[in-house]
């Protein structure tokens, strides 16, 4: 993760092009044979900063009170993920503007956001099926189409809801912040048929 963050500061204070994965390892305090050994390009290097975000995002519906509907486990981790002092902090969330930022002008970096984003609707898929009864994942073919599904549309709605943040000028917290925007965004989701996603993946995928 060090080298994450190294190469995060670098691309938000000296910008993308300018930043060579030589310098990240500098920065980092590794040799460049060792930044390669885990990135293939420097743009590779901010990807565990993006997926920890996702990945705390999947957790929270994963830890979510067992006695909330799927919909409200969403809404319950969007609020403990995305609300500034209760995932992250406000400082924290000007980083990621920076990055989201680089990703949508970038289409390397793009590239990378997009492929963490596209994981963690699989890792979400699977939440959910845990959520509905452990009927959706298959030990071989992994979540069925429906869950995928859900997962891809909630997914899109949270990720939506923080590339427009990102790319506007409002503050974190309040109601333009990511929080509040991935909410209205999954109001679309409350009237998905859960009941019928459940039993049509525990009769398989």
């Not at 994981?119 to 189409?145: F, I, Q």
């Not at 949270?158 to 925007?181: C, D, I, Q, T, Y």
Request: aromatic residues 6%; contains cysteine.
């Amino acid at each position: 993760m060090q080298i994450a963050r190294s190469a995060a500061a670098l691309f938000a204070r000296q910008g993308l092009r300018a930043t060579r994965a030589e310098d990240i390892a500098q920065a980092a305090g590794i040799a460049p044979r060792t930044f390669y050994r885990y990135f293939a390009t420097k743009e590779e290097a901010v990807a565990p900063l993006y997926a920890a975000g996702a990945e705390r995002w999947a957790q929270a519906v994963r830890l979510a009170p067992a006695e909330l509907s799927v919909p409200e486990a969403l809404e319950h981790a969007v609020r403990h993920t995305l609300s500034p002092g209760v995932g992250v902090s406000a400082s924290s969330w000007e980083w990621a503007r920076t990055l989201i930022r680089l990703a949508v002008a970038s289409p390397a970096l793009g590239k990378v956001w997009a492929e963490v984003c596209h994981a963690s609707e699989g890792a979400l898929a699977e939440v959910l099926g845990e959520r509905l009864g452990r009927g959706g994942v298959d030990n071989v073919a992994g979540p069925s189409a429906e869950l995928r599904f859900a997962a891809a549309v909630a997914g899109a709605a949270v990720r939506v809801a923080v590339e427009s943040w990102a790319v506007g000028e409002a503050r974190p917290e309040g109601p333009e912040g990511p929080a509040a925007l991935a909410l209205r965004n999954l109001a679309v989701v409350r009237d998905f048929p859960w009941g019928e996603i459940a039993g049509s993946a525990r009769g398989g995928s």
